[in-house]
């Protein structure tokens, strides 16, 4: 059985950080691409980083230069480190594991709140 299991949220004033920690069970780990998506109320999931490998790694561009996303292949963990964090950050944040080479073999976790408020 399939596990993704994030923690780390929470409240956290403008300018804070934060580091998610999402740790998965049930996969071979280093042959999934890891991944972290957010939604904020009433808009949709949206993509916030992912890692394939330390040299293939992207972002989007509202958190470029903020967040930081790695992976620790021995412990079945990917992060995502979040600095100076803006009440636009708020949102519930997911992660996702999804196969290099099969993309139907597709999970996530059940989430974890970030509030960014002052």
């Known amino acids: 059985q399939v596990q993704l299991v994030e923690s780390g949220g929470g409240l956290v004033q403008p300018g804070g950080s934060l580091r998610l920690s999402c740790a998965a069970s049930g996969i071979i780990f280093n042959i999934y691409a890891m991944g972290w998506y957010r939604q904020a109320p009433g808009k949709e999931r949206e993509l916030v980083a992912t890692?394939?490998?330390?040299?293939?790694?992207n972002y989007v561009d509202s958190v470029k230069g903020r967040f930081t996303i790695s992976r620790d292949n021995a412990k079945n963990t990917v992060y995502l480190q979040m600095n100076s964090l803006k009440p636009e950050d708020t949102a519930v944040y997911y992660c996702n594991a999804r196969h290099y080479f099969r993309s139907s073999y597709n999970y996530w976790g059940q989430g974890t709140q970030v509030t960014v408020s002052s």
């Open positions: 890692i394939n490998s330390p040299t293939n790694i």
